[in-house]
């Protein structure tokens, strides 16, 4: 029998994302199917540039189109993000994604994370913007090694500053020196915070990663209120003295119901260059004890490395500078695992609509949940 365009959606629709664990077809992930002779013809959409499974999905759409006779696949990769709930008057309509990196701890390396998971992003193909979010104690200037004031523009707002593609803003952009202090109380930052959301000039961008101060203050009960963001991710060290605190970070993303994208466990062992031995220097199991009480993956362990310190300190994040590092492996093996929870949630989040076209007795085509 000859191969048909219905043969193939068909054979299709059994093919399932395999975190979303719902049809490609159902997901609008398949498009431009064409056939001639024994060669098939179609387009993939990706939820995300960053995704880890890509090699799998490959595969299952191949076998699935071969499955009806085809001899040869031809595959044109694009991607089609699942983005976050944004209602008419959200801040930042043209971000698909939004993703807080918090701890319940300071000095837990969790703007180190926040930065090469954005850097780790943009090398995948995503568009990404990072937003220091921490006013008490920006970081993101020195690790990115930007200086300079953001300029308004015609729309009257904010142009943010750029460095290796990615949109920057922080508080530091616009203090007189790096060693002035900022002395705020709480309203004035939530202030400052929502303006760098809704009066910067973001654009489209699938992922806004915003570096969160330490503890459970101001910060991420504004957001909570006044910003549909896709979840959050988590960073600790191994230690109990960090996770005492980040315990009580995790509660509060529960209670103000930010959804939890998943834990770092961030310096979680060395590996001695004479012997080549793993030593966990701060302990083991703690990026486990607090997945197991989120509820949520533990989407990576990140070594310990004197290159993260030397790169940063130099205004160049470990996976710009050195991607082949094993380090920097492990930064980007997160981000493509953050990338996956994000779609994951946001097909959940998504209703699941079909089409009654059985015309019924008002011959319309109602929309059946």
Request: with cysteine; aromatic share 4%.
């Amino acid at each position: 029998m000859p191969v048909t365009v219905e043969a193939v959606h068909a054979a299709l629709s059994k093919v399932h994302d395999p975190e979303i664990k719902r049809p490609l077809t159902e997901l609008g992930m398949v498009r431009d199917i064409a056939v001639d002779g024994d060669t098939v013809s179609l387009g993939v959409d990706l939820t995300t540039a960053a995704c880890p499974l890509k090699g799998k999905i490959e595969q299952d759409v191949i076998d699935a189109v071969k499955s009806t006779g085809a001899k040869t696949v031809n595959l044109d990769w694009g991607v089609k993000a699942m983005k976050r709930q944004i209602t008419e008057d959200d801040p930042c309509p043209g971000v698909q994604n939004i993703v807080l990196v918090t701890s319940g701890k300071g000095g837990v390396g969790k703007s180190t994370v926040a930065t090469n998971l954005t850097l780790a992003l943009k090398r995948a193909g995503c568009r990404v913007g990072l937003l220091d979010a921490d006013m008490y104690g920006p970081s993101i200037p020195t690790m990115l090694g930007v200086s300079g004031r953001p300029a308004g523009n015609p729309n009257g707002k904010i142009t943010p500053l750029e460095r290796f593609g990615v949109k920057l803003m922080s508080i530091g952009f616009l203090l007189e020196d790096d060693k002035t202090a900022v002395i705020w109380r709480g309203p004035m930052l939530q202030g400052a915070l929502l303006q760098f959301i809704k009066d910067v000039e973001w654009g489209d961008l699938d992922y806004l990663i915003l570096d969160l101060p330490p503890g459970t203050g101001d910060v991420v009960l504004t957001l909570s209120q006044r910003v549909r963001t896709t979840g959050a991710v988590v960073v600790t060290t191994p230690q109990d003295v960090a996770l005492a605190d980040v315990y009580k970070s995790v509660s509060m993303l529960k209670k103000v119901e930010i959804p939890l994208l998943g834990i770092v466990e961030n310096e979680s062992y060395f590996i001695c260059g004479n012997c080549d031995e793993r030593h966990e220097l701060f302990g083991s199991g703690g990026g486990e004890k607090v997945a197991a009480f989120a509820e949520a993956p533990l989407l990576g362990q990140i070594p310990i490395d004197p290159k993260v310190r030397e790169w940063a300190d130099a205004g160049t994040p470990v996976v710009q500078a050195a991607p082949d590092l094993p380090v920097a492996q492990a930064f980007r093996d997160v981000a493509e695992k953050m990338a996956d929870r994000c779609s994951v949630l946001n097909a959940r989040r998504a209703p699941s609509l079909t089409i009654d076209r059985s015309g019924g007795t008002n011959r319309h085509l109602p929309i059946a949940r």
